[in-house]
């Protein structure tokens, strides 16, 4: 007569490593064939996209983009690929995470790119940037409250495509320069119009009369101070000298 092993199941025997392996094994069946129904069921079909962002313009066309997916299983959606699509579509916007929710929907969360400036392009083409000079669509989609100050750059715009970092040492000084200014007094931004170089200075045009200001490098803070203290004084045309101690000096703009 046969009699069972009365031998128990010693952890780190020979026996012990087969029934662990035939386990793990018919774990992992059990879960990929239990993941495979998932993605074949019509339970798990999309219905629903959720955009959660500061751009109601910019939301709507996410929602719009991504109604292509609907009625497709929830766990056959590359929640890799997709992001990096929005990405290339929409270069306004710094990152994007979509997650799978409960109810058969999506939710997608972003963070927009803070354009710094404008820079405009020697052929007139212009697009905004950031503050690292990383080249963005000139599209607002409603969610810019404040007109932005051009940068005046010598460049051709055919060298550059959108998603670049732009390197031009001249196009970085300018844009280093309006940081100093924004950072002294952040409302003034309002009252520059553009920013160029002129005999390797840095100049502004106010947005008002179009008068070129040059406020040199120094107690830069201070200047802008004397300059609004006078700004309702000058008449149009000029140039506007704050580069000497508590004084301005004017004459008429010749360049």
Request: net charge positive.
């Amino acid at each position: 007569m046969f009699k069972a092993s009365n031998r128990r199941l010693v952890r780190g025997s020979r026996r012990y490593f087969i029934y662990f392996f035939l386990s793990l094994v018919l774990i992992i069946l059990t879960t990929v064939g239990t993941f495979e129904i998932i993605k074949r069921t019509d339970l798990l079909k999309l219905e629903k996209v959720q955009v959660v962002g500061n751009s109601n313009e910019l939301n709507y066309r996410l929602e719009k983009d991504l109604g292509k997916y609907y009625g497709i299983n929830l766990y056959q959606l590359d929640l890799v690929e997709i992001p990096d699509t929005l990405l290339q579509s929409y270069p306004i916007i710094e990152d994007i995470s979509i997650k799978r929710r409960v109810h058969n929907r999506l939710k997608v969360e972003y963070t927009m790119e803070s354009p710094f400036a404008i820079i405009n392009f020697a052929d007139g083409k212009n697009y905004y940037i950031n503050r690292d000079l990383k080249l963005l669509e000139r599209v607002n989609y409603g969610y810019l409250q404040k007109s932005l100050p051009i940068i005046s750059a010598k460049l051709k715009s055919d060298k550059y495509r959108i998603g670049s970092v732009i390197q031009d040492s001249v196009t970085i000084a300018m844009a280093d320069y309006l940081s100093i200014v924004l950072e002294e007094k952040p409302d003034f931004q309002d009252k520059i119009s553009d920013l160029f170089v002129h005999n390797d200075k840095i100049y502004f045009r106010e947005i008002f009369r179009g008068n070129i200001v040059f406020l040199g490098n120094e107690n830069i803070g201070n200047k802008i101070d004397l300059f609004m203290s006078h700004f309702s004084s000058f008449a149009s045309g000029l140039f506007i000298d704050l580069s000497y101690k508590n004084q301005i000096v004017t004459r008429k703009a010749d360049f």
